[in-house]
């Protein structure tokens, strides 16, 4: 006989390291012979077929074969346990258990069948089966963990919380000493409700590992819970004296405050902020919180400060101080401070876009408009795909009355939206609007037009397109449409029912336009606008009260009013 090829012979391993042969994974039948000639031909033949058949993916092909098997020998334990694997992934449960079963049965030694028998145990909610199979693993092959861990889940689920320390007293036997088992002893008598023993388990987590600090904090925060304050504090200060970890003070701090001593918590926060146990980003939430409520409480502005301070020394190449300076100093009213704080935090960070965002709305806020094109020059090169920031450059460009640039940045905007119409709808209004300025009406109708398009409830939109409308007394009916549509969406706003006021009176429809154009007086409170003065006049002046009407438009000239406009209609007869 010749010998096989070494191609022939490396599939063949392949095979049985991958999925393992007959002679490894199990029994077949015994015989009186001994040696490989002995062994049954038909009964490998298929078993062969099996694995090549599992390897192409072939589950059927599989069975077909393993089935050929039991034919040649039905006491096979390996071949039923292939057959419960192969029944298991096709989600054939009760076929599967009574494939692993006889596996069990036929060879009660093998780990690998109990580890199976348990998982389709389980998936069938044979708990005590799956249990009794753990229990065999856990005694007879402790070194299975995971096994070992599907267990202790398994009695943990059912409240028995004895039995699965048991299994910690054997998982601690077998692998050593680990801050895991104790939290996991924890872990079980918090959940049975003996908080004592679990405060215990924490003692000896915290002297087998004194140098893990979350021990301390855990029993502090157990003993907070239970108002035994003085007690977490011993807890704390043992624990400093031990390690000096910053995060004992940070709890500290907490403790302090809930108990309204904020002097002493203060002076716990700036040691944990000097502390490099606490990592930045829980301090930059600590900063956050201070600034949030220094807003309301401005005694605590000092203090927000020197953490910031604090954050910015031992931070120095970090954007997050600086970001927070940002926030800090636009709360106090100093937004071209925050603005430069928050470029120094961008010089450190470029890549979040985030950040551009914040830059560029307070670069608005301060009408920075050269910053706004700068920060949204560079937020657009890094991120090309966001069409916010060139509509934020098309806003700058058209506060530096460059309209040219403006409509080239704003169109390249709009070709980045993507399932945004409300965003869209804001981009075309603001073409529009250049386009009005302009001059160019047909251009800015056409604007207005599709931002409505894109967005019919965009109430700039609807009510600049009416106001514009009516100041050229076109499409009457459509300015007046438009605006009673703005007052819907957004009532009680005295600019919108000037508008609707004006378009109705542009329609003739004076004593409607008197009713909104009085709501709009009323709304603007004891200083009411020089326009909607002197719209309140030309409307009063279209009643015949002529009276009142040259007295809303002296008023709208003391207002600050343009003379040049109104003086002709008082002198009029």
């Known amino acids: 006989m010749l ?16 999925l393992g042969g007959c002679g ?47 034919d040649a020998d039905p006491e096979s334990a390996v071949v039923h346990f292939e057959l ?15 494939a692993v079963e006889r596996a069990v049965e036929l060879d009660g030694e093998n780990p690998w069948y109990y580890r199976e028998f348990a998982e389709i145990a389980l998936e069938l909610g044979r708990n005590a089966d ?4 753990l229990e065999w693993l856990l005694v007879n092959k402790p070194e299975d963990d995971v096994a070992a861990m599907m267990l202790l889940d398994l009695r943990s689920a059912e409240g028995r919380f004895e039995e699965a320390a048991d299994v910690v007293d054997v998982l601690e036997k077998e692998w050593g000493p680990d801050p895991e088992w104790h939290s996991e002893r924890h872990r079980l008598h918090l959940a049975s409700g003996d908080i004592e023993a679990a405060l215990e388990d924490l003692v000896n987590l ?20 239970m108002g035994r304050n003085e007690e977490a504090e011993e807890v704390l200060r043992n624990a400093l004296i031990r390690t000096g970890n910053g995060r004992l003070h940070l709890e500290w701090a907490r403790l302090l405050t809930a108990k309204g001593e904020t002097d002493v918590a203060r002076q716990h926060v700036r040691s944990a902020f000097a502390s490099e146990d606490v990592p930045l980003q829980e301090k930059a939430e600590i900063t956050w919180t201070y600034i949030e409520l220094s807003e309301l409480q401005p005694e605590l502005q000092t203090e927000t400060g020197q953490l910031i301070d604090l954050l910015l020394e031992a931070y120095p190449n970090d954007a997050a101080p600086f970001e927070l300076q940002a926030a800090f100093l ?4 100093r937004p071209l401070e925050a603005l430069e704080a928050l470029g120094e935090a961008l010089d450190r960070d470029p890549n979040a876009a985030d950040r551009w965002l914040e830059a560029c709305q307070l670069a608005i806020s301060t009408k920075q408009w050269s910053r706004l094109d700068g920060f949204a020059e560079s937020a657009g090169n890094l991120f090309p795909s966001l069409p916010v920031f060139p509509y934020f450059r098309g806003m700058a460009f058209k506060e530096l ?5 403006a409509e080239r940045q704003l169109k390249v905007a709009r070709n980045l939206i993507v399932d945004r119409p409300e965003f869209e709808s804001d981009v075309l209004v603001m073409l529009a609007q250049i386009a009005h300025d302009k001059g160019d ?22 009510n600049n397109y009416a106001y514009y409308l009516a100041l050229r007394k076109a499409k009457p009916q459509q300015a007046v449409e438009m605006a009673a549509r703005v007052v819907s969406l957004s009532p009680g706003d005295a600019n919108f029912e000037d508008t609707y006021a004006w378009t109705l009176y542009v329609a003739g429809e004076f004593e409607e336009a008197l009713t909104w154009i009085e709501l709009s007086l009323f709304h603007e409170g004891q200083r009411p606008s020089p326009t909607v003065l002197d719209h309140a006049g030309d409307i009063l002046m279209a009643l015949d009260r002529v009276d009142e009407a040259r007295e809303k438009w002296r008023a709208a000239i003391d207002a600050g009013g343009d003379p040049a406009t109104i003086n002709p209609k008082l002198s009029a007869e």
């Not at 799956?130 to 199979?133: E, G």
């Not at 590992?209 to 502090?220: I, N, S, Y």
């Not at 009355?401 to 640039?405: E, I, N, P, S, T």
């Open 206 to 225: 915290e002297r087998d590992f004194p140098e893990l600090v979350e021990a301390p904090l855990q029993r502090v925060r157990i003993l907070t819970s």
């Open 84 to 98: 419960a694997r192969i029944e298991r992934k096709e989600g054939q449960w009760t076929a599967a258990m009574n």
């Open 24 to 70: 490894v994974l199990g029994k077949t039948r015994n015989t009186a012979s001994e040696g490989l000639g002995a062994v049954d031909g038909a009964f490998h033949s298929s078993y062969y077929k099996a694995q090549v058949a599992k390897v192409k993916g072939d589950q059927s092909g599989a069975r077909e074969a393993l089935l050929a098997c039991l």
């Open 3 to 18: 010998n096989p090829s070494p191609y022939q012979w490396c599939l063949g391993m392949v095979l049985i390291a991958f």
């Open 330 to 333: 636009d709360i106090q009213g």
């Open 401 to 405: 009355g460059d309209d040219k640039l």
């Open 130 to 133: 799956a249990d009794a199979a």
């Open 441 to 462: 009406h047909v251009a800015s109708d056409g604007w207005f037009d599709l931002a409505i398009e894109a967005d019919p409830q965009n109430i700039l939109a609807l």
